[in-house]
C-alpha cells in the first residue's frame, strides 16, 4: 500500500518537477554561466568572468539610473496600490446599492489585456487631446505632458498600476467576509466606532492577504514590462525620455535582444533576482511581528 501510495504521488508529481527543472532549474543555471560570459547570441560564448559585474556597478551609469527608476516606482505603486485596494474593499464589503456592478466595475480592468490598456492610456495621457488633460482644463489647470516628460511620466505609469487593483480588491473582500460577524458584535457591545473596529479586526484578520499582496505586488513592481514597452517605446528605444521611465526588464531585454549583449543581459537579470530574493526575505522575515493568523498562538 506505501509503495503504490509513494508511485502514484511520483508520478502525480512528476510533471511539476519535470516543467520546474526543464523550464526554470535549467534556464536559470544557463543564464548563471551567461552572467559569466560574453555573448551575441551567434557566436560561441567567451568566459569573461565577472566583467560584466564589475562594468554594470562601475561602468554603466544607465544601470544606476535604471535601478533608482526601478525602486521609485515599486516603493510608490506598491503602498499606493495596497491602500487603494483596502479603501474599495472596505467600501464594496458594505451593503450598498449597485454593489454587484460595483464589484464587477473594479475587477473588469485586470481581465483587459496589458496592451489594450496601455493603448488607452497612452490616448488619455496625450498632451493635447487626452482625457485627463482635458479633465484638467475645465477647471483651469495646464496638464502636463505626462509620457514625454521626464518628471511625470513615472507618476503616469504609477497611475496605470494603481488602476489595475482589481485581483487585490477581490482577495481583500474575500477575507473581509470571512471575518467572523460576533468580532464585530462584541466590539459595537463594549463601544468601539466603526473606526475602532476596522483598525483592531478587519486589519488584523486581514494581515495575510495584504502580507500575500505586499509580496506579490513588490515582485510585479520590479518587473514592470509591457506598459513601459507600449506606453513609452519610441523607434527603437523604450525608455522613455531621457530613460526617465527605464526599468530593470526592459533594461534587460534592450540589451538582451536589441543589442545581442546576451551575457551581460543575464547578468542584470541575476541582479534583478538578488533584489527581489532579498526584498521578499525581509517582508517574510518582518511577517511574525504584524501578520496574524486566526489559528495561531503566540507565546509571550
Not at 527543472?21 to 551575441?40: K, N, Q
Not at 514597452?229 to 526617465?244: L, R, V
Amino acid at each position: 500500500m506505501r509503495r503504490r501510495e509513494s508511485l502514484w504521488f511520483y508520478l502525480m508529481v512528476s510533471p511539476w518537477v519535470v516543467g520546474f527543472v526543464v523550464l526554470t532549474l535549467g534556464p536559470m543555471v544557463f543564464s548563471g554561466y551567461l552572467s559569466l560570459t560574453d555573448w551575441d547570441l551567434f557566436n560561441p560564448p567567451e568566459w569573461v568572468g565577472l566583467d560584466n559585474y564589475v562594468k554594470m556597478f562601475t561602468g554603466d551609469p544607465v544601470f544606476w539610473k535604471v535601478l533608482g527608476n526601478t525602486f521609485f516606482y515599486a516603493f510608490l505603486s506598491v503602498p499606493l496600490c495596497m491602500l487603494a485596494s483596502l479603501g474599495a474593499a472596505y467600501l464594496l464589503n458594505k451593503p450598498l446599492r449597485f454593489r454587484r456592478l460595483f464589484r464587477t466595475a473594479i475587477y473588469l480592468p485586470t481581465l483587459v489585456p496589458l496592451v489594450a490598456t496601455s493603448i488607452l492610456f497612452v490616448w488619455m495621457f496625450a498632451p493635447d487631446t487626452g482625457l485627463i488633460n482635458t479633465f484638467l482644463a475645465l477647471f483651469g489647470i495646464d496638464g502636463p505632458e505626462w509620457l514625454l516628460d521626464a518628471s511625470w511620466v513615472k507618476p503616469a505609469l504609477i497611475l496605470v498600476s494603481v488602476w489595475q487593483i482589481g485581483t487585490s480588491v477581490l482577495l481583500l473582500l474575500a477575507g473581509m467576509q470571512s471575518v467572523p460577524k460576533h468580532l464585530y458584535e462584541a466590539a459595537a457591545l463594549d463601544g468601539a466606532s466603526p473606526w475602532q473596529q476596522f483598525r483592531h479586526i478587519t486589519i488584523p484578520m486581514l494581515t495575510p492577504v495584504i502580507f500575500f499582496n505586499l509580496v506579490m505586488g513588490i515582485i510585479g513592481a520590479f518587473q514592470v514590462f509591457a506598459q513601459i514597452y507600449i506606453m513609452t517605446s519610441k523607434g527603437n528605444n523604450f525608455g522613455g525620455p531621457d530613460n526617465a521611465s527605464q526599468m530593470m526588464v526592459p533594461f534587460l531585454f534592450n540589451h538582451a535582444f536589441k543589442f545581442n549583449h546576451m551575457g551581460y543581459a543575464s547578468a542584470i537579470a541575476w541582479v534583478l533576482f538578488a533584489i527581489l530574493l532579498t526584498l521578499t526575505a525581509v517582508v517574510i522575515r518582518s511577517s511574525s511581528l504584524w501578520v496574524f493568523y486566526e489559528s495561531e498562538v503566540r507565546r509571550k
